[in-house]
């Protein structure tokens, strides 16, 4: 899949997944966000690096967060941003994907960031990408959410920076999770060898092995000692029947309680992609806790977003800029 996203020279020009990026390349994304996320307190930093080039946000899927830090660390990056309602576009009229995304392009599109309900819908985007085109996968069905995961390790890098001594447990539905699956993959690149899966069996991979972690169904076996615990959302959206039961069982085995955490380090950190469903797999005082990280995981996917842009569609200002 590496190929797709790197050019000859190594560098990124679409970002699909996490998996086989390179140690080296995660680590320069994770150091050029460092020099976009603004000291506490001071202003947020606009520079020039996409001026005159045209960031689309297509968003065939609900989004919160993701969304709009993208459209924030466009405009930061001093592109112009276009956001398509994908409900009020000509999808609604038939129009194949595909169409879209060359019709876009005929309009001077220089980056697609992509929402999908489907597997593998980002790879088919830049698969038939015109040349000088990038597509960024703003999360593919089940399959991967590239961003989102080097966000979370960003945020591990600042306040745990020793990934390979570093016990994640990821608790709750991974099965169906994009964010998982693009973390496991960016946390074993950059080291970590103790990621623990924590979930009832319907939510756990059937080969833990195959990816490099553990999985158990008991909570206290799967937390103890940890320093990271990072706590996903059920994703209704793509489960069909009721493979849960009684959220309120559920909520007591799996959910981020402070009976549940009390296994995990004293000291350790929690996290979440959003959006939380309290009361099903975190409570508010867990989430908003003094140890807990998830709005600066908000906060951080503005920095990696700017990022994976530059990287991506910066360099390439020895081109003409297109005419507006
Ligand atoms: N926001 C994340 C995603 O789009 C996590 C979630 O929806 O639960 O995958």
């Known amino acids: 899949m590496h190929d797709i996203q790197l050019d000859a020279a190594g560098r990124l020009r679409h970002l699909i997944t996490t998996e086989g990026l390179p140690a080296e390349l995660i680590t320069r994304i994770l150091d050029t966000a460092e020099s976009f996320v603004p000291e506490i307190g001071a202003p947020a930093k606009k520079v020039p690096l996409l001026r005159g080039r045209a960031v689309f946000n297509l968003f065939f899927e609900n989004s919160t967060r993701t969304r709009t830090t993208f459209e924030l660390a466009a405009k930061r990056l001093s592109a112009d941003v276009i956001n398509m309602d994908v409900a009020t576009s000509s999808r609604t009229k038939g129009e194949d994907d595909l169409d879209t995304l060359f019709t876009l392009q005929a309009m001077g599109a220089d980056v697609f960031v992509i929402r999908h309900p489907d597997n593998g819908a980002a790879a088919r985007f830049a698969a038939n990408a015109a040349p000088?085109?990038?597509?960024?996968?703003?999360?593919?069905?089940?399959?991967?959410?590239?961003?989102?995961?080097?966000?979370?390790?960003?945020?591990?890098?600042?306040?745990?920076?020793?990934?390979?001594?570093?016990?994640?447990?990821?608790?709750?539905?991974?099965?169906?999770?994009?964010?998982?699956?693009?973390?496991?993959?960016?946390?074993?690149?950059?080291?970590?060898?103790?990621?623990?899966?924590?979930?009832?069996?319907?939510?756990?991979?059937?080969?833990?092995?195959?990816?490099?972690?553990?999985?158990?169904?008991?909570?206290?076996?799967?937390?103890?000692?940890?320093?990271?615990?990072?706590?996903?959302?059920?994703?209704?959206?793509?489960?069909?029947?009721?493979?849960?039961?009684?959220?309120?069982?559920?909520?007591?085995?799996?959910?981020?309680?402070?009976?549940?955490?009390?296994?995990?380090?004293?000291?350790?950190?929690?996290?979440?992609?959003?959006?939380?469903?309290?009361?099903?797999?975190?409570?508010?005082?867990?989430?908003?806790?003094?140890?807990?990280?998830?709005?600066?995981?908000?906060?951080?996917?503005?920095?990696?977003?700017?990022?994976?842009?530059?990287?991506?569609?910066?360099?390439?200002?020895?081109?003409?800029?297109?005419?507006?």
Do not use: W
């Open 132 to 324: 000088g085109v990038a597509i960024i996968n703003a999360g593919d069905g089940s399959n991967a959410h590239p961003t989102q995961a080097l966000l979370d390790v960003f945020t591990i890098r600042r306040h745990r920076p020793d990934f390979a001594n570093l016990s994640v447990a990821i608790v709750g539905d991974i099965a169906h999770s994009r964010v998982a699956h693009s973390t496991i993959h960016a946390l074993k690149t950059l080291g970590a060898t103790d990621i623990r899966l924590v979930g009832p069996a319907a939510f756990l991979p059937a080969d833990p092995s195959a990816l490099g972690v553990t999985a158990t169904t008991d909570i206290a076996a799967g937390l103890a000692d940890c320093d990271i615990v990072m706590g996903l959302r059920i994703q209704r959206e793509r489960i069909a029947g009721d493979v849960i039961g009684d959220i309120a069982d559920y909520h007591r085995d799996f959910g981020l309680t402070e009976a549940n955490l009390a296994h995990a380090r004293p000291d350790a950190l929690i996290m979440h992609p959003g959006p939380i469903n309290r009361g099903v797999e975190i409570t508010p005082e867990v989430a908003y806790s003094r140890q807990s990280l998830i709005l600066e995981q908000v906060t951080n996917g503005i920095g990696i977003r700017m990022a994976v842009m530059a990287m991506i569609a910066g360099h390439r200002g020895a081109e003409p800029a297109r005419p507006a």
